[in-house]
Nanobody
Framework: QVQLVESGGGLVQPGGSLRLSCAAS????????MSWYRQAPGKERELVAT???????KLVDSVKGRFTISRDNAKNMVYLQMNSLKPEDTAVYYC???????????????WGQGTQVTVSS
């Protein structure tokens, strides 16, 4: 089995920073794309940022210039550095990774349990 565990959420004032981490563990042959999603109360889950195995990144427009996604392939980890946080960034943030079930097989999406980020004064 594969597990994704997020950490680093919390309460921060507007303009502050947080760094989320996600660790993948278990039977892992390789990890393809890794992403961060978020879901605010009453809203649908949205894709925030994605990073490929090679390090190419893509961010939703609302966080460009403020958030940075990175990964450590040797440690099977992905990070989300969040700066200049705004109240509208408040949400549960979820880690996502596409990981082959078996060597050479197609990838399956795995999800973490989520970590709460609250931006409030």
């Amino acid at each position: 089995q594969v597990q994704l565990v997020e950490s680093g959420g919390g309460l921060v004032q507007p303009g502050g920073s947080l760094r989320l981490s996600c660790a993948a563990s278990g039977r892992i042959f390789s990890i393809n794309s890794m992403s961060w999603y978020r879901q605010a109360p009453g809203k649908e889950r949205e894709l925030v940022a994605t990073i490929t195995t090679g390090g190419s990144t893509k961010l939703v427009d609302s966080v460009k210039g403020r958030f940075t996604i990175s990964r450590d392939n040797a440690k099977n980890m992905v990070y989300l550095q969040m700066n200049s946080l705004k109240p509208e960034d408040t949400a549960v943030y979820y880690c996502n990774a596409y990981i082959p079930r078996y060597l050479g097989s197609s990838s399956v999406a795995y999800w973490g349990q989520g970590t709460q980020v609250t931006v409030s004064s």
